[in-house]
C-alpha cells in the first residue's frame, strides 16, 4: 500500500467568530496561514488573528503522550464510531473526556484537520512522532473501504496488545538488572564509607586480621582511591554502548542474534517477535492489504533485525508464488506450531484468524515465561544481595568476634 504524503506544516493558534457572531478560538496545523483562514472560512469561521504556535512540537510541554496513550485514544474513537456518531464530533467527545493535556491538544488538532476536508489518516500522518505509517495506511485503508470504525477497533486492539507484550518483554529485561544494579551501588556505598570506619576501630587492637576482613579492607582502599575511574569507565561504557546501538546497524544486529541465543531471555525475546509478526500480518492482512503490502509492514514491526530480514525474505518467496507457510519454514526462525497454524489458515481461507491465534498463544507464553522468570528471580537477587551485603559485614564483624573469643 503506498504511504500518505505528507507536507510540512506548523501549528497555529487562531481567534475569531463563528455564524452566529460568537467569538471563537482554536488551534490548527496548516502549511501556512493563507490556507488555515480559507480552511476556517469553509467551516463558517471569520479568523480575525492567526498567529504561529511557539511551541517547537505539539507534545513538548507536560506529561509525554506514550504509545499506550495512542491506544486510549483509537479504542476511544472506535467505540465513538461504532455507536454512530459522526467522526468531527467524535474528536470532540475524546478530548472532553482526555485528563492528558498534550494527548487533548493532539486531538483537537487532527479534528480541525479533518474538519477542514483532509481524511483522516492524512491528518494523522502530519504526526508521525505518533502515529507511524502502519497505523496511517490501515486508517486509510478503512477509510477507502467504508469500515472506518471496525479498522480502529482492529487497530486498537492491535496497539493494546503489543504494547502489553513490550511492557511483559520490558519487565523480563529490567527487572533483575536493577536490583543487581543496586546492589552494587550499596556495596559500592559500604566499601568507600563503611568499612574506613570499621579500619580505624581495627587499627587500635594491634591483633592480626582475618584474610577475609584483609581482603575486604584492600577493596575498600581500591575503591576510595579509585572510585572515580570506575564511575566514569561505567558511565562511558553505558554512552559508548549507547551510540554503537544507535549508530551501527552491524552492532545492533549483533545484539538482537546475541539476545535471541541468551539463556531465559532468549526464548521470551524470540516468542514475542513471533507474536508481534503474527499479531501484525493478522491486523494488516484482516483489512484486506495485499500479503505482500502486509509483509512489508510487519517486517519493521518485529523488533528484532533476525526476524525482519526472515520476514522479508519471506516477502519475496511470496511475490514469486511461494506459499506463506513454506516460506516461514525455509527461514529456520518460526516454530512449527506456528508455521502450522498458519498452513492451517492458507488451506481454510481463514489465514487472517489462524494468525490471530498463533499470537494469542505466543503472548500466552510470554506472559507465563515473565511470570515464571519473576517468580525464578526474586530468590536469586536475594542469595546475590545476602552475599555481597552479608559478606561485607560478615567481613568486619569477624575481628570483633575473634577479640569477644580471646576475652
Request: charged share 20%.
Amino acid at each position: 500500500m503506498a504511504k500518505v504524503a505528507t507536507e510540512k506544516t506548523a501549528t497555529f493558534i487562531w481567534e475569531g467568530t463563528d455564524r452566529r457572531g460568537q467569538k471563537t478560538k482554536g488551534e490548527a496545523t496548516s502549511t501556512n496561514r493563507a490556507l488555515l483562514k480559507a480552511q476556517l472560512r469553509k467551516q463558517g469561521i471569520n479568523p480575525s488573528k492567526v498567529r504561529k504556535k511557539s511551541a517547537a512540537s505539539l507534545g513538548s510541554k507536560g506529561k509525554k503522550i506514550t504509545p499506550f496513550d495512542i491506544a486510549i485514544f483509537t479504542r476511544q474513537m472506535a467505540t465513538m464510531m461504532k455507536a454512530g456518531v459522526p467522526l468531527v464530533q467524535s474528536f470532540d467527545i475524546v478530548a472532553d473526556g482526555l485528563e492528558h493535556p498534550s494527548l487533548r491538544e493532539l486531538v483537537i488538532t487532527i479534528k480541525y484537520d479533518v474538519a477542514a476536508g483532509n481524511s483522516f489518516a492524512g491528518a494523522l500522518a502530519k504526526h508521525p512522532r505518533y502515529f507511524d505509517d502502519l497505523f496511517c495506511n490501515l486508517i486509510e485503508s478503512g477509510e477507502k473501504s467504508g469500515a472506518l470504525e471496525t479498522m480502529l477497533e482492529r487497530v486498537a486492539t492491535y496497539m493494546e496488545k503489543t504494547e502489553k507484550l513490550k511492557k511483559k518483554v520490558k519487565k523480563a529485561m529490567t527487572y533483575p538488572i536493577a536490583v543487581v544494579s543496586v546492589a552494587f551501588i550499596v556495596t559500592g556505598i559500604l566499601l568507600v564509607k563503611v568499612v574506613p570506619q570499621f579500619q580505624e576501630v581495627f587499627r587500635s587492637f594491634g591483633a592480626d586480621l582475618p584474610a577475609f576482613t584483609l581482603m575486604v579492607i584492600a577493596m575498600s582502599e581500591w575503591m576510595q582511591a579509585y572510585w572515580y575511574i570506575i564511575l566514569g569507565a561505567v558511565i562511558a561504557a553505558i554512552f559508548v554502548f549507547r551510540e554503537a546501538k544507535l549508530r551501527s546497524q552491524a552492532f545492533a544486529e549483533a545484539l538482537d542474534r546475541l539476545a535471541l541465543k541468551a539463556p531465559i531471555v532468549g526464548p521470551i525475546l524470540h516468542n514475542s517477535a513471533v507474536a508481534r509478526f503474527a499479531r501484525v500480518l493478522s491486523t494488516t492482512f484482516s483489512a484486506g492489504v495485499p500479503l505482500v503490502d502486509a509483509l512489508e509492514s510487519v517486517a519493521g514491526a518485529t523488533g528484532n533485525s533476525v526476524f525482519r530480514y526472515a520476514v522479508l525474505k519471506i516477502r519475496d518467496d511470496v511475490s514469486s508464488g511461494t506459499q506463506l507457510q513454506y516460506s516461514m519454514k525455509s527461514t529456520g526462525v518460526f516454530p512449527a506450531m506456528a508455521i502450522q497454524l498458519t498452513s492451517i489458515g492458507e488451506e481454510s481461507g481463514a489465514l487472517d484468524d489462524m494468525l490471530a491465534k498463533v499470537a494469542d498463544h505466543y503472548e500466552a507464553e510470554v506472559d507465563d515465561a515473565v511470570d515464571n522468570l519473576t517468580a525464578l528471580m526474586e530468590p536469586m537477587i536475594m542469595a546475590v544481595l545476602g552475599i555481597l551485603v552479608g559478606g561485607l559485614i560478615t567481613a568486619m564483624y569477624l575481628p570483633i568476634f575473634q577479640l569477644g573469643q580471646a576475652v
